[in-house]
């Protein structure tokens, strides 16, 4: 841009004072903002928790457009104490951060797999800009409630300080994480106040063709399914899986041995369409080609329809055979299908009367050549999608010493990602990672079918009991033993695959993760209320010096990426800009300036570079106004100038 310079100049004297509008805000997605007219139109497509049994429920439209409204009663539908509270936390904005970790990652600069150690309900939040409608599939393995898992605090009101102090971050103050037992009076709504928020974010990441996956056992299955109707929408249920988790009775249960679990599955909406199954040998052999059809083996369908001649009067006509002139009519069946249909049927030869030609009535040929992959079933046998004796298997021939109980069979998970998941770059979210299951699933599977499928694990850090299997093999949480199954599946797949590399000498699959931890902002952020002159003194003092000590570049890289809308692997490169280093992010889209030391030379440059947006600490400026005020004028006319849209923008 050749003009940058002279706009500069032309904007350093007589500038107005930058307003908020240059400001990058360092919070959340606020889900409130602007769904009016989304709602007006999308309703149903977008906030189908606002209906009941086809009604708009104002109050709960209310709420999700950021008005508090006291509950009433009488409503139909799941309703438990401290439903309405969740809404509130949904819509608070998180202000926290997720800190790259280099050195508990493999291939961190170039893989599209995302490993999130930190509190889910605050990560979902998190990701909601960078995120928002681009997962494939969701699955994920919550707690079922049983009375023995880790759960989160009584009222769930659980903010980043309740984190930090979970993980020793920060002082408890009495804060404690603990089991849900059955002995507490609120034991479902606990359970339910966990699962909503957490959920009602999951749907937003989801593309409009994707779909979630839930496993859960008969504890929480009826409240699951009419939570998921309301935060996804009845009509947008599509299974109920029983998984036959168990190949064997055990005499040791007092009433009936629990031999299945459940997965529920609901597409974000109607464009969600489930993957067929490859056919088999078993489905093809039942095909056969008796009349010598020179298009082939078929095999023969009903020409009865299931419905009476009374509830389909339509399909009710005199039915001739063309060999014997014979002609029969419905009697308890309605013909399947229409007079004009028949007549197609019978003029293509599609129609079968018999060896000898003199069946009353026909057979329709369906021919192998024209029949479609295999649908799915809602039951999975354990030959077909694996048991929990496999899953223990698949984790002890990683890490040996049964150092996670239960964990979920590698074989299950990547049947739920065939049925949902083939596209190139499709993401996998899973947000209850637990032992990486899910990681695993992904990795193999493209492995194995040449995919290109990416994942985003999101696991707490809790902790090891103390004289359990994983404390003594010297894992101290759950996530330290999720991300070392992660490194020893890529080492695993990386061995088994040494003669399938590209033309760099690279595995032609994405075997890497990137490690991220949740964190305070690298930024103090303003308060916004203070008592006395002492603290209202220390305010300021922070809104003036607001980056953190100890935050690293990468850090604030990292922060200011997913805070922008850029997903968590977006391609960075540092380069050099008027003798300054600068960020480039997806090739010169978005330049990030971390100098501390902010010049007229420097803003002109970054201008020139002609970026869509362009972002500076306002510690750069060291309070010179008139400097940042003409940085912003020079952006605001280079977009003038442009007719484009670059925005400049501080933090």
């Known amino acids: 841009m050749s003009g ?44 189908p928790e606002c209906l009941s049994e086809g009604r708009i429920d104002f109050e709960q439209l209310r709420r999700v457009l950021g008005e508090w409204v006291e509950p009433s009663n009488e409503r139909f539908g799941l309703v438990w104490p401290g439903k309405a509270e969740c809404m509130r936390i949904i819509q608070q904005p998180s202000v926290a951060t997720l800190k790259p970790v280099r050195g508990e990652s493999v291939n961190f600069d170039r893989t599209g797999n995302v490993f999130i150690e930190g509190d889910n309900l605050e990560v979902l939040k998190l990701l909601q800009k960078a995120y928002f409608g681009k997962v494939k599939m969701i699955y994920i393995d919550p707690p079922y409630n049983t009375g023995q898992e880790f759960i989160y605090p009584d009222k769930y009101a659980e903010t980043l300080e309740t984190y930090l102090a979970y993980t020793g971050q920060a002082d408890a103050e009495g804060r404690k994480f603990s089991t849900n037992t059955d002995t ?18 999951a749907r937003n990441l989801l593309r409009e063709d994707g779909a979630i996956f839930i496993s859960i056992d008969d504890h929480e299955l009826p409240r699951l399914r009419e939570l998921c109707d309301q935060i996804f929408g009845e009509e947008n249920f599509k299974a109920d899986i029983a998984w036959q988790k168990r190949y064997t009775r055990s005499n040791n249960t007092v009433d009936f041995t629990t031999v299945v679990e459940h997965i529920l599955v609901y597409g974000k909406s109607e464009a969600f369409e489930v993957n067929l199954l490859p056919r088999t040998e078993e489905a093809d052999a039942r095909y056969s080609n008796p009349d010598n059809d020179p298009r082939g083996v078929w095999k023969g369908a009903s020409f009865l329809n299931p419905a009476s001649p009374q509830d389909r009067p339509n399909l009710c006509y005199p039915l001739k055979n063309p060999n014997t002139g014979g002609v029969v009519h419905p009697t308890t069946n309605a013909w399947r299908r229409s007079k004009e249909a028949f007549e197609e049927l019978l003029a293509d030869n599609k129609l079968y009367w018999g060896p000898d030609g003199k069946a009353p009535i026909p057979s329709i040929k369906m021919f192998l050549s024209e029949a479609r992959g295999l649908t799915p079933t809602n039951f999975w046998a354990h030959d077909y999608a694996g048991h929990t004796d496999e899953g223990t298997r698949d984790l002890e021939a990683l890490i040996p010493g049964k150092v996670f109980n239960n964990p979920k069979p590698v074989h299950l998970i990547q049947r739920a990602i065939e049925h949902a998941c083939n596209g190139p770059g499709d993401i996998v979210l899973d947000f209850f990672a637990g032992s990486c299951v899910t990681a695993q699933a992904v990795i193999e599977l493209n492995a194995r079918d040449g995919g290109s499928r990416n994942f985003i694990l999101v696991q707490l850090p809790e902790p090891a009991e103390e004289r359990s299997n994983a404390a003594k093999a010297g894992f101290k949480t759950i996530a330290e033993i999720g991300k070392e199954r992660i490194r020893r599946v890529i080492k695993k797949t990386q061995d088994a695959s040494s003669g399938q590399l590209d033309l760099e000498g690279r595995s032609q699959s994405d075997l890497g993760f990137k490690v991220l931890k949740l964190d305070r902002s690298n930024f103090r952020v303003w308060e916004g209320i203070a008592e006395g002159h002492e603290d209202i003194s220390r305010q300021i003092e922070l809104h003036i010096n607001h980056l953190g000590a100890a935050s690293s570049s990468e850090d604030i890289l990292y922060e200011l990426l997913l805070k922008s809308g850029f997903p968590l692997t977006t391609p960075v490169k540092k380069v050099e800009v008027a003798g300054k280093p600068v960020f480039s992010i997806q090739d010169g889209t978005m330049l990030i300036c971390l100098e501390k030391e902010i010049t007229s030379e420097l803003i002109g440059a970054l201008a020139e570079a002609n970026p869509l947006q362009v972002i500076c600490l306002d510690e750069g400026f060291r309070g010179n106004d008139q400097l940042k005020a003409n940085a912003v004028q020079t952006f605001k006319a280079l977009a003038e100038a442009e007719k484009s849209e670059i925005v400049f923008k501080t933090v």
């Open 4 to 47: 940058a310079k002279g706009l500069m100049e032309n904007t350093r004297t007589n500038a107005p004072t930058p307003d908020d509008d240059s400001k990058l805000p360092l919070t959340s997605l606020d889900l409130a903002s602007g769904k009016n007219d989304v709602l007006r139109n999308f309703l149903a497509a977008t906030f």
């Open 184 to 201: 507490v009076g609120r034991y479902h709504s606990n359970w339910l106040n966990m699962m909503y928020p957490r959920l009602y974010l």
